[in-house]
Antibody
Framework: EVQLVQSGAEVKKPGESLNISCKGSGYTFSTSWIGWVRQMPGKGLEWMGIIYPGDSETRYSPSFQGHVTISADKSIRTAYLQWTRLKASDSAMYYC??????????WGQGTVVTVSP | DIQLTQSPSSLSASVGDRVTITCRASQTISNDLNWYQQKPGKAPKLLIYAASSLQSGVPSKFSGSGSGTDFILTISSLRPEDFATYYCQQSYSSPYSFGQGTKLEIK
């Protein structure tokens, strides 16, 4: 059974750094794209980017390029979403997702990030 | 980048009704269009991929059609558990954008 298990909720201050994670199981992690989707409170889904753990090829949405970093460690089957300087506007639910030819067939449970002074 | 526009943004319907939701792409995307259902507090769920293929385990009351720039999601015989928000997504080219969503509410 494919599972994506995300790290727990985070509360941070503006300007702080953050790293949230997503551990995959039940499939060949290194040969499947995995990515991140943002959902701000009461709003729709926003595709952020994806990574191919086998060679770390990464694709970003222009809306998120330069503000977040997507990485993966195939040895521990884990993908990461990283910020170096959080803003209040980063407060949202973040889903990791397995991507197959662009579509998303499995989703993590979501990680809530709250950024507040 | 490809923009997807869903209509309507919200829709009221009754149990037993049949509803349609449309998704229009800003450029041709062949049949690389997917539909998801999201219930409050839950992760989205894939319903339809490649415009008209039903994801495994999804009831046949959900169906999709279209190609090029115009796509339709049809839900027949609405039941209480179908009231949710529906999103289209294009998988034609990165960034693989979503539509803004359609909230289906009980009338």
């Amino acid at each position: 059974e494919v599972q994506l298990v995300q790290s727990g909720a985070e509360v941070k201050k503006p300007g702080e750094s953050l790293n949230i994670s997503c551990k995959g199981s039940g499939y060949t992690f290194s040969t499947s794209w995995i990515g991140w989707v943002r959902q701000m409170p009461g709003k729709g889904l926003e595709w952020m980017g994806i990574i191919y753990p086998g060679d770390s090829e990464t694709r970003y949405s222009p809306s998120f390029q330069g503000h977040v970093t997507i990485s993966a460690d195939k040895s521990i089957r884990t993908a990461y979403l990283q910020w170096t300087r959080l803003k209040a506007s980063d407060s949202a639910m973040y889903y990791c997702a397995r991507s197959r030819s662009g579509l998303i067939d499995y989703w993590g449970q979501g990680t809530v990030v709250t950024v507040s002074p | 980048d490809i923009q997807l526009t869903q209509s309507p943004s919200s829709l009221s319907a009754s149990v037993g009704d049949r509803v349609t939701i449309t998704c229009r792409a800003s450029q041709t995307i062949s049949n690389d269009l997917n539909w998801y259902q999201q219930k409050p507090g839950k992760a989205p769920k894939l319903l339809i991929y490649a415009a008209s293929s039903l994801q495994s385990g999804v009831p046949s009351k959900f169906s999709g059609s279209g190609s090029g720039t115009d796509f339709i999601l049809t839900i027949s015989s609405l039941r209480p558990e179908d009231f949710a928000t529906y999103y289209c997504q294009q998988s034609y080219s990165s960034p693989y954008s979503f539509g803004q969503g359609t909230k289906l509410e009980i009338k």
